[in-house]
C-alpha cells in the first residue's frame, strides 16, 4: 500500500522549533518531488516548500523563506521540515505529497500521493 505518514507535529510556543518528518512506505521517494503544505481552519490549503527529486533545488513560500528548511534522505525514505522561529500564524495541519518533476510546485493538484497530515499549534 502506498503511503506518505507525517509526524512531529505538536504544540510549541512562538519563537519555538518542530522538526516534521515525511516518512514513505510502498513505493521510493527517488524520483519524485516533495512539497509540504499546510491548512488552517477555514482556510484554503497553501504550499510551504518543495524539495526536488535529486534534492537540488528547494523553493519556499515568502512567510516561511529563512526559518523554514526542507531536505530529504532518500535512503531513508523521508523528507524532513525544520521549522524554527515559529508563529501563531504557523498554526495549521502540515501535510507531505508526491509528484513526478514538471510543473508549478505549489499547486495541490499536480501531486499523486498525500499523507494525512500532523497538527502543528503554536500558541504562547
Known amino acids: 500500500q502506498v503511503q506518505l505518514v507525517e509526524s512531529g507535529g505538536g504544540l510549541m510556543q512562538p519563537g519555538g522549533s518542530l522538526r516534521l518528518s515525511c516518512a514513505a512506505s510502498?513505493?521510493?521517494?527517488?524520483?519524485?518531488?516533495i512539497g509540504w503544505f499546510r491548512q488552517a481552519t477555514e482556510k484554503e490549503r497553501e504550499g510551504v516548500s518543495y524539495i526536488s527529486s535529486s534534492g537540488g533545488s528547494t523553493y519556499y513560500a515568502d512567510f516561511v523563506r529563512g526559518r523554514f528548511i526542507i531536505s530529504r534522505d532518500n535512503a531513508k525514505n523521508t523528507v524532513y521540515l525544520q521549522m524554527n522561529s515559529l508563529k501563531p500564524e504557523d498554526t495549521a495541519v502540515y501535510y507531505c505529497?508526491?509528484?513526478?518533476?514538471?510543473?508549478?510546485?505549489?499547486?495541490?493538484?499536480?501531486?499523486?500521493?498525500w499523507g494525512q497530515g500532523t497538527q502543528v499549534t503554536v500558541s504562547s
Open positions: 505529497a508526491a509528484r513526478p518533476p514538471g510543473g508549478t510546485w505549489y499547486d495541490p493538484r499536480r501531486y499523486e500521493y
Open positions: 510502498g513505493f521510493s521517494l527517488n524520483g519524485n518531488g
